[in-house]
């Protein structure tokens, strides 16, 4: 009986180390908050994005952006992490960033004849654009644009 014993404890001292090492390489994924700590960009295009504010029947922001533009950089990085901002444009918006030379993002640039980078547009379900700005804008510049812009479609 000593001996299985004997068995049994080499293979749990075996099994410790690779449980350890397991343990050790996992990464944790802590819960998701249900408010965002960042604007929430549609992932689909333009169209389906389109579709989504007409079921919801909500506005549509739409940040018309360059990869090569410092003030995009600075409002992706600063004014769309902003917790307050996220909160506001994730319940009252379906939030859509494109970039304007390529894609649905360059039509929609040539379509609403953006006069540079960002470009921040308000649009109804319809795609009727009621409220637009060009440039940076910080979290209580931003704020400010978004409650104007559905003032101007209710």
Do not use: R
Not at 33 to 45: A, C, L, R, T, V
Not at 117 to 126: A, G
């Amino acid at each position: 009986m000593t001996v299985t014993l004997k068995t049994h404890m080499k293979k749990v001292l075996l099994i410790i180390p690779i449980l350890l090492l397991a343990a050790a390489f996992t990464k944790i994924q802590p819960l998701q908050p249900e408010n965002k700590s960042e604007i929430d960009f549609y992932k689909g295009s333009w169209s389906e994005a389109v579709n989504k504010a007409k079921a919801e029947k909500k506005a549509i922001f739409l940040d018309i952006y360059a990869t090569w533009c410092g003030p995009c950089k600075l409002l992706k990085k600063q004014t769309f992490t902003d917790k307050n901002v996220a909160g506001f444009y994730n319940t009252n918006f379906i939030n859509v960033s494109l970039d304007g030379e390529t894609g649905d993002g360059a039509l929609l640039a040539q379509k609403y004849q953006i006069p540079g980078y960002p470009t921040l547009i308000i649009l109804d379900f319809n795609e009727t654009p009621v409220h637009a700005t060009a440039g940076f804008l910080n979290a209580k510049e931003f704020m400010t644009f978004g409650k104007q812009g559905l003032k101007k479609i209710k």
